[in-house]
């Protein structure tokens, strides 16, 4: 009940396409959802955010949809770049500021 | 700007040995946690810590051990290294209420 499912493991985009990142979680508690993005070197940084009470958050090309009936959400990374190509981790905690539970993370290549 | 750093970017260790791998965050967070992370399993939560001297374990905690001492230091330890420790450990910190922030990693090797 604790995990969050990603999907899919790996993706690859043509540049200019909408990149598309799936998770379902089962606990109806998680309160905050983050995407994470992380770059090879580096550790993730946060990307975009939402809690349950909105359907959609939009942060420039990136916009998370949140289906709270079907307890899924997913990242839109539209007009996707080469420079967006990292790895992307979705996760669900209780309280934004406590432990986080990831997806198995998606390994996006978008090329030129 | 936020900075969590973290003692070492790699390590190579031999099976056995004790290893320790710090944290420190300079953004006087209360919250500290260590994850390791493996291809296809995400980031997985090792040990946690909501103040100076309290820990918590977290979901994969078994032959690791955790000190904060002070509130902007946190460390893993490893008591007796295995191979299937290699991983990469990633650091975070936070506030009650704000988003974790993450040191660059440690990639441990454990040969």
């Known amino acids: 009940q604790q995990q969050v499912k990603q999907s899919p493991q790996s993706l690859i985009v043509q540049k200019g396409g909408i990149s598309i990142i799936n998770c379902a979680y089962e606990n109806t508690a998680f309160d905050y959802f983050p995407w994470y993005q992380q770059f090879p070197g580096k550790g993730p940084a946060l990307l975009i955010a939402?809690?349950?009470?909105?359907s959609e958050k939009k942060e420039g090309r990136f916009t998370i949809s949140f289906n709270k009936s079907a307890k899924q959400f997913s990242l839109h990374i539209m007009d996707s770049q080469p420079g967006d190509s990292a790895t992307y981790f979705c996760?669900?905690?209780?309280?934004?500021?406590?432990?986080?539970?990831f997806g198995q993370g998606t390994e996006l290549s978008v090329k030129p | 700007d936020v900075k969590v750093t973290q003692s070492s970017r790699y390590l190579v260790k031999r099976t056995g040995e004790k290893v320790f791998l710090e944290c420190v965050q300079d953004m006087d967070h209360e919250n500290m946690f260590w994850y390791r992370q493996d291809p296809g399993l995400g980031l997985r939560l090792i040990y946690f810590?909501?103040?100076?001297?309290?820990?918590e374990k977290g979901d994969i905690p078994e032959g690791y051990s955790v000190s904060r001492e002070k509130k902007e230091r946190f460390s893993l330890i490893l008591e007796s290294a295995s191979t299937n420790q290699t991983s990469m450990y990633l650091c975070?910190?936070?506030?009650?209420?704000?988003?974790?922030?993450f040191g660059p990693g440690t990639r441990l090797l454990v040969l």
């Open positions: 810590s909501y103040d100076v001297k309290m820990k």
């Open positions: 996760a669900a905690s209780i309280g934004q500021g406590g432990k986080l539970i």
């Open positions: 975070a910190s936070s506030s009650m209420v704000k988003t974790q922030y």
């Open positions: 939402i809690r349950p009470d909105v």
